[in-house]
């Protein structure tokens, strides 16, 4: 089974719509993280959550919403998608004090936005 | 801010050498750094990690050296073969924040 399961894997979309991806982790982790790797393969973290609360924002606009209903899940909504979204987003997962080796990451998600 | 870089965005070896792969970070406050391989369409995927308070670690084919003194990683891979064809990134762990900080990422090719 797929410890980190990101859906849907491609998203084409126009700007200006709104779309959701979602993650689902399997490790029993309680923290679990959104990243985005943008045209030149940096990554950057956007979000973390532990135990369904927001524990980091790194000054993403607020068109990005993560939803975490429960330790397992972390969804990630935005709203009037522009161009500059487009990018690979990657959901992580580990468990939080523990730091080593910790962090399992899912496939990504390619969206692109036209 | 603080961020974690690499030298190198491509490096390009023949099978059968060993492969060096260096990072350099600014945080000095640093005591965790991860290296991470990342293949085509998939996730960042951990191959091995170092503590502050050691200098070197080695695991299957692959040994990071860390200098602190110079604020400085490697990864060295021995006797590369064409399945280490991918993106190596060196992260930095800050545990009580509970996030990790990526470098820009050094592609490697593995040539026949």
């Known amino acids: 089974d797929t410890a980190v399961s990101q859906t849907p894997k491609y998203l084409v979309t126009q700007m200006g719509n709104d779309k959701s991806i979602k993650c689902e982790q399997n490790?029993?982790?309680?923290?679990m993280y959104w990243y985005k790797q943008d045209s030149k393969k940096f990554l950057k973290i956007m979000f973390s959550?532990?135990?369904?609360?927001?524990?980091i924002n790194e000054t993403v606009p607020n068109r990005f919403s993560p939803k975490s209903p429960d330790k397992a899940h972390l969804n990630l909504h935005i709203n009037s998608l522009e161009l500059g979204d487009s990018a690979v987003y990657f959901c992580?997962?580990?468990?939080f004090g523990t730091g080593e080796a910790g962090y399992t990451f899912g496939s990504g998600t390619r969206l692109t936005v036209v | 801010g603080e961020s974690v870089g690499l030298h190198l965005p491509t490096l390009s070896v023949q099978e059968g050498d060993n492969s060096i792969i260096n990072c350099a970070y600014s945080?000095?406050?640093?005591?965790?750094f991860i290296w991470y391989k990342q293949e085509s369409g998939k996730g960042p995927q951990f191959i091995i990690d170092i503590r502050s308070n050691m200098d070197k670690r080695q695991g299957q084919r692959v040994t990071v050296l860390l200098n602190k003194t110079v604020k400085h990683l490697s990864l060295q891979i021995a006797a590369t073969q064409p399945g280490d064809s991918a993106v190596y990134f060196c992260a930095e762990n800050d545990d009580a924040a509970s996030k990790l900080t990526f470098g820009t990422g050094t592609r490697l090719q593995v040539t026949l």
């Open positions: 490790l029993g982790h309680d923290t």
């Open positions: 945080n000095s406050a640093s005591d965790y």
């Open positions: 959550y532990n135990n369904k609360e927001l524990i």
């Open positions: 992580a997962s580990s468990q």
